[in-house]
């Protein structure tokens, strides 16, 4: 439920960075393109999260 969380909220956001990038830099708007590049962004948010998060270790308590 998180991935999909993220990849929306990358997407929404997304649009909005492309939208303002190409009104900042008297550039046509492209839904596509900036669709493709938010969903981009989002895998690697989320790959980097599985990368970056330590993994739990076991730990048996021996006396």
């Given amino acids: 439920m998180r991935y999909l969380?993220?990849?929306?909220?990358?997407?929404?956001?997304?649009?909005v960075v492309g939208f303002l990038g190409g009104a900042l830099t008297?550039?046509?708007?492209?839904?596509q393109l900036t669709l493709i590049f938010s969903f981009i962004v989002a895998l690697l948010i989320i790959l980097i999260g599985q990368v970056a998060?330590?993994?739990?270790?076991?730990?048996?308590?021996?006396?």
């Fill in 53 to 63: 998060m330590p993994k739990e270790k076991n730990h048996s308590s021996h006396s």
């Fill in 5 to 15: 969380v993220t990849i929306i909220w990358a997407l929404i956001l997304g649009q």
């Fill in 26 to 31: 008297s550039t046509p708007y492209d839904f």
